[in-house]
């Protein structure tokens, strides 16, 4: 027996297959539903919603940016319901089970890693210190600073949305994109470090503002990818 129903007005319909025993108790089941185009061609309906798995995995796991979560995948450090992925665009269910087993970075990215070591090359000792972090980019060095005891840092950048989930949502950092530090207009506080990793603009430009910003006697920790010239 068939039944179908129109549902809308682009030609599409709904089609209930029912078996003579499905009619029975004991075969009782919901009726299998088929999507009709207006090609004729029949398919199963997809009721479940399906998003990126890169998607889901910024979701849960807030901590990470895209970039990291989307290299995982890449290089299969990612499961789904027990099995590899490695494309970032699969479409996966909300209710899917998703595991990153790759090695948890210490910092949100490889900045930071630079900067622990020019800390420990030179001695700073950034605990209970406030920080301006110049260049905050993804994050690596307000989150090496953070690791290393920093109370407050003020992450200046003048780009938007690079920032790590797992940075921005820190209470103890002020994100402050869109800024230009030529022209920054001063900060609530004054700080007791700077930190420099810039690309767009050269140290000798903005060392005066920079200067501005910290205490009397506060350490001053440049640490840029360009060159004093």
Same mark, same amino acid.
């Given at each position: 027996?068939m039944?179908k129903s129109?549902?809308?007005r682009?030609?599409?319909?709904?089609?209930?297959?029912?078996?003579?025993?499905?009619?029975s108790?004991a075969? !009782?089941?919901?009726?299998?539903s088929?999507s009709?185009? &207006?090609?004729?061609k %029949? $398919? @199963?309906?997809?009721?479940?919603?399906? /998003?990126?798995?890169?998607?889901?995995c910024?979701? /849960?796991? $807030? $901590? #990470?940016?895209?970039?990291? %979560?989307?290299?995982?995948?890449?290089?299969g450090?990612?499961l789904?319901?027990?099995?590899?992925?490695?494309?970032?665009?699969? @479409?996966? *269910? +909300?209710?899917?089970?998703?595991?990153?087993?790759?090695?948890i970075? &210490?910092?949100?990215? =490889?900045? *930071?890693?630079?900067?622990?070591?020019?800390?420990?090359?030179?001695?700073? +000792?950034?605990?209970?210190?406030? !920080?301006?972090?110049a *260049?905050?980019?993804t *994050?690596?060095?307000?989150?090496?600073?953070?690791q290393?005891g920093?109370?407050?840092?003020?992450?200046? +950048?003048?780009? #938007?949305?690079?920032?790590?989930? &797992? %940075? =921005? /949502?820190?209470?103890?950092?002020?994100?402050?994109? =869109?800024?230009?530090? =030529?022209?920054?207009?001063?900060? @609530?506080? &004054?700080v007791?470090?700077v930190?420099?990793?810039?690309?767009f603009?050269?140290?000798?430009?903005v060392r005066? $503002?920079?200067?501005?910003?910290?205490?009397?006697?506060?350490?001053?920790? #440049?640490?840029?990818?360009?060159?004093l010239?």
């Open positions: 027996m039944s129109f549902l809308n682009n030609n599409c319909a709904r089609i209930f297959l029912l078996s003579p025993l499905s009619c108790p075969h !009782a089941s919901s009726p299998k088929f009709v185009a &207006k090609s004729g %029949i $398919q @199963p309906l997809n009721l479940k919603k399906k /998003r990126r798995l890169d998607e889901i910024v979701e /849960r796991y $807030q $901590q #990470y940016s895209r970039t990291i %979560i989307q290299s995982w995948i890449l290089q450090k990612v789904v319901d027990g099995r590899v992925v490695s494309k970032a665009g699969t @479409p996966v *269910g +909300d209710k899917a089970k998703v595991e990153i087993i790759a090695e970075p &210490k910092y949100v990215c =490889r900045a *930071g890693f630079k900067l622990e070591a020019a800390i420990e090359q030179f001695g700073v +000792d950034v605990a209970g210190k406030v !920080a301006l972090d *260049g905050l980019s *994050g690596g060095f307000t989150d090496c600073l953070l290393h920093a109370s407050f840092v003020y992450g200046v +950048d003048v780009g #938007y949305g690079q920032v790590a989930d &797992k %940075i =921005r /949502r820190d209470e103890r950092v002020c994100v402050m994109e =869109r800024t230009n530090l =030529r022209y920054l207009a001063g900060l @609530p506080q &004054k007791d470090i930190t420099l990793d810039l690309s603009i050269s140290i000798l430009l005066f $503002q920079m200067a501005a910003e910290m205490c009397f006697n506060s350490y001053d920790v #440049y640490f840029s990818l360009l060159n010239t």
